[in-house]
């Protein structure tokens, strides 16, 4: 029995390398060919009969935007041909809105740098056309950069585009933030107040019906209760995101969720 106890963390240790493993497996599986997936894309364009090529960025870069947690490499792609056709019709709003897309690909490949480039171009052309909203967007998109290597930085940007936010009355925007927010506080220890900002946001998530968030608030859910030591809801958040995640094929939520709640087990 003793013997048993003493190898059960070595055991849940290898699932968890197991499962990391496993899903750089199944990103490399996944990657198609791009072109492919572009000249698709056009041809629903075509075929929906969207009238004008700013429809066709915007199309484009929503596209971008929804792949960025099953596949960013694709993000960046779409995006590239969102930013292409709004060059040469000279839309700066979608240009803008390609680098920022960009920005958020190469964020979620750890490309800090190229992150950040398209970032400052993105600011650029949002202030040149004086679009707050979207320039707040930016701010968020940087405060999230920050949340790994400056927290006071992230808090300064993240709330910088709340001030925004609350001018323009974006929900969307508004719960992005609180999202980031819940983050940010859960990595500085304080769990309680990380918990207030997330059920801020998942109140707005769910009622613009957004899935993604929704699942994502489960895991950090899972994440803040662990940090509570509150093992058990925290068990009850993670396996629902596991089980939602799985649906959609979110692998970076299906793996971080099975990480904690090794974690939540060896507690």
């Given at each position: 029995?003793?013997?048993?106890?003493?190898?059960?963390?070595?055991?849940?240790?290898?699932?968890?390398?197991?499962?990391?493993?496993?899903?750089?497996?199944?990103?490399?599986?996944?990657?198609?060919?791009?072109?492919?997936?572009?000249?698709?894309?056009?041809?629903?364009?075509?075929?929906?009969?969207?009238?004008?090529?700013?429809?066709?960025?915007?199309?484009?870069?929503?596209?971008?935007?929804?792949?960025?947690?099953?596949?960013?490499?694709?993000?960046?792609?779409?995006?590239?041909?969102?930013?292409n056709i709004a060059e040469k019709i000279n839309y700066p709003a979608g240009i803008g809105e390609a680098f920022r897309v960009k920005g958020?690909?190469?964020?979620?490949?750890?490309?800090?740098?190229?992150?950040v480039k398209n970032y400052i171009e993105a600011l650029n052309y949002f202030r040149k056309i004086g679009d707050l909203r979207n320039q707040a967007r930016v701010y968020n998109n940087v405060g999230r950069l920050y949340k790994e290597i400056n927290l006071s930085k992230a808090l300064f940007y993240l709330n910088k585009a709340l001030s925004i936010s609350k001018e323009s009355n974006e929900d969307e925007l508004r719960a992005g933030l609180y999202f980031n927010l819940s983050e940010i506080y859960r990595k500085k220890?304080?769990?309680?107040?990380?918990?207030?900002?997330?059920?801020?946001?998942?109140?707005?998530?769910?009622?613009?019906?957004?899935?993604?968030?929704?699942?994502?608030?489960?895991?950090n859910s899972g994440v803040i209760y662990y940090g509570l030591k509150n093992y058990q809801k925290a068990e009850y958040y993670l396996f629902n995101a596991i089980k939602q995640a799985k649906k959609r094929e979110l692998n970076k939520i299906l793996v971080g969720s099975n990480l904690t709640l090794v974690a939540v087990y060896l507690a």
């Open positions: 029995m003793v013997n048993s106890l003493k190898t059960k963390p070595i055991i849940l240790f290898l699932v968890a390398i197991s499962l990391f493993l496993a899903f750089v497996c199944l990103y490399k599986q996944k990657k198609s060919n791009y072109s492919e997936l572009v000249t698709g894309l056009f041809n629903r364009i075509s075929t929906n009969k969207i009238s004008g090529d700013t429809s066709r960025v915007n199309l484009l870069n929503k596209k971008a935007f929804d792949l960025r947690l099953t596949d960013p490499g694709k993000t960046i792609l779409i995006a590239d041909s969102a930013l958020v690909g190469y964020y979620y490949l750890n490309n800090i740098e190229l992150s220890g304080d769990f309680k107040k990380s918990l207030y900002f997330i059920e801020k946001s998942n109140i707005i998530f769910t009622k613009l019906k957004d899935t993604t968030y929704m699942i994502m608030h489960l895991q």
